[in-house]
């Protein structure tokens, strides 16, 4: 089964770091593009991140730029996001998902900032 | 303010069909493939359509696309309860080198 599930959402407080993975499994991992995607409390999704097979083109949101970092480990079929420089408008809950078209994606998990 | 405008809610009866309109611009619509994305209430999304019109395995064909310009559709036939969900249009856009969504339209199902 193609399988991708997120883990890392907690409760942080502004300014914290946080760093979410995204184990997957049932398909080869290595020949994919990946996005994280989130959806903020009473608002639509937003795209985040994205990240070519081997790492070489990535792409970020405005609004994530120079705070966040999206990498991958292929030897782990894991995704990641490192969070920086939090703020309240990143409480959302964050989506992996597979390919440019976002053809698998994630239960999700639960990113809070607050104080 | 999202790149693409999608309104923010339909409805009608069971059984009957409705259509969600995505409106953008030649640097996403109008020159790239646009999906469509479901998402019912708690939980995650779910792809209904790719490259335009293109159903992924297991999603029943009430669900159809299509695109002209710099606009896409998404149909549904045979409107259902269970279709009671927000849908998504995106698609990428070469001039932000960024993928974009509409904001999402409710459907309601009355």
């Known amino acids: 089964e193609v399988r991708l599930v997120e883990s890392g959402g907690a409760l942080v407080q502004p300014g914290g770091s946080l760093r979410l993975s995204c184990a997957a499994s049932?398909?080869?991992?290595?020949?994919?593009?990946m996005n994280w995607v989130r959806r903020a409390p009473g608002k639509g999704l937003e795209w985040v991140s994205f990240?070519?097979?081997?790492?070489?083109?990535?792409y970020y949101a405005d609004s994530v730029k120079g705070r966040f970092t999206i990498s991958r480990d292929n030897a782990k079929n894991s995704l990641y996001l490192q969070m920086n420089s939090l703020r309240d408008e990143d409480t959302a809950v964050y989506y992996c998902?597979?390919?440019?078209?976002?053809?698998?994606w994630g239960q999700g998990t639960l990113v809070t900032i607050s104080s | 303010q999202s790149v693409l405008t999608q309104p923010p809610s339909v409805s009608a009866a069971p059984g009957q069909k409705v259509t969600i309109s995505c409106s953008g611009s030649?640097?996403?619509?109008?020159?790239?493939?646009v999906s469509w994305y479901q998402q019912l209430p708690r939980t995650a999304p779910k792809l209904l359509i790719y490259?335009?019109?293109k159903r992924p395995s297991g999603i029943p064909d009430r669900f159809s696309g299509s695109q002209s310009g710099t606009s896409a559709t998404l149909g549904i036939t045979g409107l259902q309860t269970g279709d009671e969900a927000d849908y998504y249009c995106?698609?990428?856009?070469?001039?932000?080198?960024?993928?974009?969504f509409g904001g999402g339209t409710k459907v309601t199902v009355l």
């Open positions: 490259d335009n019109n």
């Open positions: 995106g698609t990428w856009d070469s001039s932000l080198s960024a993928r974009v």
């Open positions: 998902a597979r390919r440019d078209d976002f053809d698998i």
């Open positions: 049932g398909f080869t991992f290595s020949s994919y593009h």
């Open positions: 030649s640097s996403n619509i109008g020159n790239n493939y």
């Open positions: 990240v070519d097979t081997s790492s070489t083109t990535i």
